[in-house]
T-cell receptor
């Protein structure tokens, strides 16, 4: 089955620094990946759609200059949280769609717990 | 904005009990998926329903898609502690590739 690897699983950073999170599709190519944010005991909120070779599409209310997305290859998308602040602390999850499984084949990474101190 | 409201929000039951989780929207979805998520992990797909009125069974779990494709339900028979987790419905609109997630139902099954 399709596997999406997300790294790191946990990261603690100081306020004002930047953090990069990687999302890789291990056994399939993904022209589109998705980035979500999840607060404790809440649902997933879509932040942006990452498009290989082009600019990401951000959801309303998401600061594109703060959450930089790069999708440089068909198997890798990165999310960089710039100038992180404590309110950016959250669980970030990526997903990719493996079209070999049809249009409904979404696979999720295991998430990254970001803590900004 | 398409909203998917799930109910109940929290559910704590004893092992062996039955339960139903509902996922409702005013929007029509071309398909609807159910996921289960454990703490510190990403969601794992349980099922996809596509046709209005469709019923799918996965062992003790029964999923139904409403006739109008605006709502869905998940029924668990004889719940077990291993069923504990966050259950999420997610809808896909026609022609789109973005999943809209429901508000979530936190289930706890105790011995």
């Amino acid at each position: 089955g399709a596997v999406v690897s997300q790294h790191p699983s946990r990261v603690i950073c100081k306020s004002g620094t930047s953090v990069k999170i990687e999302c890789r599709s291990l056994d399939f190519q993904a022209t589109t990946m998705f980035w979500y944010r999840q607060f404790p005991k809440q649902s997933l909120m879509l932040m942006a759609t990452s498009n290989e070779g082009s600019k990401a599409t951000y959801e309303q209310g998401v600061e594109k200059d703060k959450f930089l997305i790069n999708h440089a290859s068909l198997t890798l998308s990165t999310l960089t949280v710039t100038s992180a602040h404590p309110e950016d602390s959250s669980f970030y999850i990526c997903s990719a769609r493996d079209l070999r499984q049809g249009v409904y084949g979404y696979t999720f990474g295991s998430g990254t717990r970001l803590t900004v101190v | 904005t398409q909203l998917l409201e799930q109910s109940p929000q929290f559910l704590s039951i004893q092992e062996g009990e039955n339960l139903t989780v509902y996922c409702n929207s005013s929007s029509v979805f071309s398909s609807l998926q159910w996921y289960r998520q454990e703490p510190g992990e990403g969601p794992v797909l349980l099922v996809t329903v596509v046709t209005g009125g469709e019923v799918k069974k996965l062992k003790r779990l029964t999923f139904q898609f409403g006739d109008a494709r605006k709502d869905s339900s998940l029924h668990i028979t004889a719940a077990q502690p291993g069923d504990t987790g966050l259950y999420l419905c997610a809808g896909l609109t026609g022609g789109g590739n973005k999943l809209t997630f429901g508000t979530g139902t936190q289930l706890k099954v105790e011995l």
